[in-house]
Structure formats: C-alpha cells, structure tokens
C-alpha cells in the first residue's frame, strides 16, 4: 500500500483506477493498525519465516521477469491459480453449485437486475463477485448458485440478453 501511495503522487489516478483485486489485497491496511504490533510480537517466529519466504518467491518472480522467462512465469501463476482455486470456500459441498459468469455493462441497477431475476426464478445466490476492469465500461459478475438452478438461470439472463456462462465447481 506504501509503494502504491508513493507512486500515486507521480500518476495521480493510480489509486483511484485500483481494481477490486488490489483493493482485495491491500484489505488489512484499512485496519486499524494498533493491533498489528501485539500480533506481531506473539507471532514473531512464524511471521519472520513467512516473510523470508515471501522474499525468495518475489525474487523467483523476478527472475522470470528480468530474463523473460514466459515458461517459468506461466508455470508460477498457474500453481497460484491452482492453490487459490483449492482455497476453502463457503460453499459447504461444491458438487451442489455452479458458478454462473455474467458479463455486464457498468450501468447502475445491473446487480439489483441479475439478483431480482435470481429471486424471481428461486435461484439462491451463495456467493459473488464483481469482477471490474478499470479500462473499460463492461465488468463479469460470478455468482455461485444451486447446480440445479443454474440452467434456468443461464436461459432466464439469455433471454433478457445477457450472454452468461456456467461451469459446475466439481
């Protein structure tokens, strides 16, 4: 977040264009930072190794960066997008939901949309995300939905002309 602070007063719209993932990742800096001290000082060990272990993989990173190497690159973002997917989810049994991908303008009442169609065809919306991007006027919601109602979900959002994809998570 400092570095992102520090290179905001050179391009003044960078923290301002943030995307949700960064937004995401810099979640714990809108804590209040008094309690950071104390957990730091009874994980100190632990943090410490998590830290120099974070510093091997940055330089790895690097690495991969500096020499161009696309295949170790490719092969490091893969296993982190393996690893994340695995994360545990809210969702206690996966087989029994989908996740339903609706590109969308960025518009207000898009979401109120998708929800209320979701209500009116008794579709439980476990989970989403908005997925934005700062560069253009369009974003993808994910929502994760009951296996057995996504089909008629994914018809009820074709037919009011949004082109939604589906993919079971198990």
Do not use: K
């Not at 994910?142 to 939604?164: Q, S």
């Amino acid at each position: 977040m400092g570095i992102a602070d520090e290179r905001a007063e050179e391009h003044a719209a960078l923290l301002r264009l943030a995307a949700g993932g960064f937004r995401d990742m810099t979640r714990i800096a809108a804590g209040t930072p008094t309690i950071w001290p104390d957990i730091c000082a009874e994980n100190q060990e632990a943090i410490l190794e998590v830290i120099d272990r974070l510093v091997v993989e940055l330089g790895t990173l690097r690495g991969f960066v500096a020499s161009d190497d696309r295949a170790g690159l490719l092969a490091s973002l893969e296993t982190a997008q393996l690893a994340r997917r695995n994360l545990p989810s809210r969702v206690v049994r996966p087989e029994e939901v989908a996740e339903v991908r609706v590109p969308v303008p960025d518009r207000g009442g898009v979401i109120a949309e998708v929800s209320t169609l979701a209500s009116e065809l008794g579709v439980n919306i476990a989970d989403f995300e908005i997925a934005h991007s700062s560069e253009g006027d369009r974003g993808v919601l994910i929502l994760l939905v009951d296996v057995a109602r996504a089909e008629a979900f994914r018809a009820g959002l074709v037919a009011r002309n949004y082109r939604p994809t589906v993919r079971p998570l198990a």
